[in-house]
């Protein structure tokens, strides 16, 4: 029972972040109209008929689900992070003249940032229980236009976790996932039988997540799950991309995750940042084919091989001390914080119907909790 009901928990948690069984040769379950003329475009979005509805019902479960925890409404997801630190984002002096759009548009400019490590799950779990492991990125003091008309947000967001997919398509299967786990007493394991008759595919996503072997949040590579754009402002001059981080260099040894302490992955970033400092590289990968690389299906993998990644900058987390002063503070600050696809420039609006059902249930969560934008 408790093994099902991770399953099922893994499945509903890990879009607020992002996160392959699937590629190219994968079917969307979208379907598209015979007729070619109605073929999806490159770069376009499709939203559902009835998706303002699916929204309002996601965020009025999402909110009921929020309960203290030690003290303190947490996150509806990621509740539990593993640290937070202290980093530099770098933009290359290389990056080619059509991605040079955002925060990518000056070679070489470098932007002050907060990275938030976590858990997705909604409770305080051990470290050593299976789940997706986020990374969220905060860019600070950034100029240009809030993807939110009215906002005086001056960050850009990028949130990111450890698996390229979700285990589910789109934002009616998601809310119909959420709403049998509401079902008293059998929520969870209804929601697996689900998942095994209708959607064996992602349940196999959900059970490859929780399969993870997890020694260090510094060791994975971290991928946006869903899509966004990369262009000027508007719909047009730009591209669908999906974003990517990948460690420079990887040392923790696997261990036995079961005789590991419940802040094993904190205690492993202390342990890394109190002597050497740590690097990703930050890239994109553009959408090249509307259908095999759909923007509403977060199910289905981009292949990398067809679209290869592209490195735009760098993320050095340096040294730092993690249970100072300072370092306890920067932990309280963050968790005060919030981190949202959609604290975004213009020119990285976030696309396809499980972001904008991001939108607004981040929104009510942040809302209920008094977090800050920034």
């Known amino acids: 029972m408790e093994k099902m009901a991770v399953i099922a928990g893994a499945a509903v948690m890990l879009f ?11 079917k969307s379950v979208i379907e598209w109209p015979e007729d070619p003329s109605m073929k999806p475009e490159m770069h376009r979005e499709y939203p559902e008929p009835n998706e303002a509805k699916l929204i309002e019902e996601m965020v009025k479960i999402a909110v009921e689900r929020m309960k203290p925890q030690d003290g303190r409404i947490r996150r509806g997801v990621h509740a539990k992070a593993t640290g937070c630190v202290r980093g530099v984002f770098t933009v290359r002096a290389d990056v080619p003249d059509d991605l040079r759009h955002g925060v990518f548009r000056q070679p070489n400019q470098s932007f002050q940032a907060i990275v938030r490590f976590s858990n997705s799950s909604e409770t305080i779990d051990p470290d050593r229980k299976g789940a997706a492991r986020g990374m969220a990125i905060k860019l600070l003091d950034v100029d240009g236009t809030p993807a939110i008309p009215g906002t005086a947000s001056r960050c850009q967001d990028f949130l990111t976790v450890n698996h390229p997919v979700f285990p589910f398509a789109t934002p009616a299967e998601y809310v119909k996932l959420f709403s049998i ?23 196999k996503i959900g059970k490859d997540i929780l399969g993870k072997v997890v020694t260090s949040p510094l060791d994975l590579t971290y991928w ?34 079961n005789r590991r302490s419940d802040d094993c992955l904190r205690q492993a970033l202390e342990r890394h940042l109190s002597t050497r400092e740590a690097v990703f590289e930050f890239r994109v990968q553009p959408q090249v084919d509307p259908v095999a690389m759909p923007v509403e299906d977060v199910s289905i993998e981009w292949d990398e091989k067809v679209s290869p990644p592209i490195p735009v900058a760098t993320l050095t987390i340096g040294v730092q001390d ?43 969560s942040q809302a209920k909790r008094g977090a800050r934008g920034q």
């Open 181 to 203: 786990r509401e079902t008293p007493l059998v929520g969870d394991p209804l929601a697996v039988v689900w998942l095994a008759l209708f959607h064996l595919r992602h349940l």
């Open 224 to 257: 946006s799950g869903s899509p966004y754009w990369l262009g000027p402002p508007g719909t047009t001059g730009g591209r669908a991309v999906k974003y990517s981080l990948v460690p420079r260099s990887a040392g923790t040894p696997p261990g036995d995750p």
């Open 322 to 364: 993690l249970d100072s002063p300072a370092g306890r503070a920067l932990a309280e600050e963050c968790e005060g914080m919030a981190f949202s696809p959609w604290n975004a420039l213009t020119e990285h609006r976030p696309m396809g119907g499980m972001n904008r059902l991001r939108q607004a249930v981040y929104l009510a």
């Open 16 to 26: 607020l972040s992002g996160v392959g069984a699937g590629c190219a040769s994968v």
